[in-house]
């Protein structure tokens, strides 16, 4: 590993309760409980977190994984997922068309629902992925949401941050509840 770089394994919380086609971003939703306990018992077999720091969105179902795997938990509110303003905890379905079409026509600056913006994330996670490398561990183990996990590799590829900010936002919606990412982020 380079100098003055941190492994980080970054780790998508389990599924949420929450209806199946329901925006939620930064809505607090807990872990469903049978999920909680298949990603718990998954990471515990790979020896999770492993002597590492341990750091996790506050959301519910990131800290309530995290609190389960070590009572060291590093919540940081800069790895919670985006703000969809009033979208939260609504049926995608239900959200006009014309705002969701607005969106992508400016995915760096539009703030859907009147949330954050995808750069706005971007600067949050870049500073999480800062905090953490400052922490001095060359080994980290993160509990986030999938729009993190993709800001946090756009950023470890070194992109610039709006360039990392409009790759993860382009980027299929592929990260499994509970799917582990390793990468090294300098």
């Known amino acids: 590993m380079r100098a003055g770089a941190v492994e980080l394994i970054l780790v998508r919380h389990p599924r949420p309760l929450a209806a199946d086609g329901i925006c939620y971003g930064r809505a607090d939703l807990a ?3 049978a999920e909680l306990a298949r990603v718990h018992a998954m990471l515990a077999a790979a020896g999770l977190p492993g002597g590492a720091p341990l750091f996790s969105s506050p959301l519910r179902r990131c800290a309530d994984l995290a609190r389960l795997l070590s009572p060291d938990v ?4 800069n790895l919670a997922e985006m703000d ?4 939260e905890e609504r049926s995608w379905q239900d959200i006009p ?18 949330g ?13 992925m800062g905090a953490i490398r400052r922490h001095g ?5 993160v509990i986030c949401h999938a729009g993190t996990m993709r800001l946090a590799a756009t950023l470890a590829g070194g992109a610039p ?5 409009l790759a993860a936002a382009a980027s299929p919606h592929r990260i499994a509840y509970g799917e582990m990412l390793r990468l090294t982020a300098t």
Do not use: C, M
Not at 97 to 114: F, K, M, Q, T
Not at 116 to 127: D, G, K, P, T, Y
Not at 137 to 141: F, N
Not at 161 to 165: K, S
């Open 74 to 77: 590093l919540l940081d509110p």
């Open 137 to 141: 561990s060359e080994r980290a183990v």
């Open 161 to 165: 941050l709006e360039q990392a900010a």
């Open 116 to 128: 954050e913006s995808v750069l706005a994330v971007a600067r949050r996670v870049a500073a999480a």
């Open 97 to 114: 068309r014309a705002e969701v079409d607005a969106w992508a026509a400016d995915l760096l600056h539009y703030r859907p629902g009147g």
């Open 84 to 87: 969809f303003g009033n979208w």
């Open 31 to 33: 872990p469903d409980p």
